[in-house]
């Protein structure tokens, strides 16, 4: 069963960069695509980038496209959400998850079945 830890949250200021980390441990990351997710305090879950299996393919929440990036490093079994231009609205506890499926074209991963335990983001000045 695959197993997720995110890691890499904190404070920053707008227009900051924080990079989020994703450990998986009982199972290979070359064989799951993995999602980032986010919930703000008072609102839903929502996808905002997800990559594929093979890491190739990715895909963003249109309010993120161009400023997070995500990847996969299958040798350390971790994947990386990349967050540059922070700004106060990106402030939510953040998830990875993981499932054998595709992307959406929206960041998101249908039915995803490993999720970790989340990390704060808090962007104020």
């Known amino acids: 069963q695959l197993q997720l830890a995110e890691s890499g949250g904190g404070l920053v200021q707008p227009g900051g960069s924080l990079r989020l980390a994703c450990v998986a441990d009982?199972?290979?990351?070359?064989?799951?695509?993995i999602a980032w997710y986010r919930q703000a305090p008072g609102k839903g879950r929502e996808g905002v980038a997800c990559?594929?299996?093979?890491?190739?393919?990715?895909t963003y929440k249109d309010s993120v496209a161009g400023r997070f990036t995500v990847s996969k490093d299958h040798a350390k079994n971790t994947a990386y959400l990349q967050m540059d231009s922070l700004q106060p609205e990106d402030t939510a506890i953040y998830y990875c998850a993981g499932r054998r499926t595709l992307c959406t074209a929206s960041g998101a991963l249908p039915a995803a079945d490993s999720w970790g335990q989340g990390t704060q983001v808090t962007v104020s000045s």
């Open positions: 990559i594929s299996v093979e890491g190739n393919r990715h």
């Open positions: 009982g199972m290979s990351l070359e064989y799951y695509a």
